[in-house]
């Protein structure tokens, strides 16, 4: 079984920084995707950015290009997202997400089989 932990959200002001990690747990662990999707009170779960677990290949959301970069440790297991330049618009509760096959679309959250409980992200104006 695989467990995935968040952690690193905050409350920033905008302009500033953070610097999300998911430590991902499980004797199999080897996803195709991993990815960072966000959800904002009332609205549906947005993708993010995702990578590629053993191949170097990323993608992201329009809306945060050039400002947040995903990266991955394979050997500790581990999921970063690095948040940039930050804007109010980007709170939300991100949550990491797990990936055990490929797909024509994976910024779609249906294809993602495990995710964490999700980490606070506030930015303040």
């Known amino acids: 079984q695989v467990q995935l932990v968040e952690s690193g959200g905050g409350l920033v002001q905008a302009g500033g920084s953070l610097r999300l990690s998911c430590a991902a747990s499980?004797?199999?662990?080897?996803?195709?995707?991993m990815g960072w999707f966000r959800q904002a009170p009332g609205k549906g779960r947005e993708f993010v950015a995702r990578?590629?677990?053993?191949?170097?290949?990323?993608s992201y959301a329009d809306s945060v290009k050039g400002r947040f970069t995903i990266s991955r440790d394979n050997a500790k297991k581990m999921v970063y997202l690095q948040m940039n330049s930050l804007k109010p618009e980007d709170t939300a509760l991100y949550y990491c997400?797990?990936?055990?096959?490929?797909?024509?679309?994976?910024?779609?959250?249906?294809?993602?089989?495990?995710w964490g409980q999700g980490t606070q992200v506030t930015v303040s104006s």
């Open positions: 997400a797990a990936a055990q096959e490929g797909s024509m679309n994976p910024e779609d959250p249906r294809q993602y089989n495990y």
């Open positions: 499980g004797r199999t662990f080897s996803p195709y995707f």
């Open positions: 990578t590629r677990w053993n191949f170097s290949l990323r």
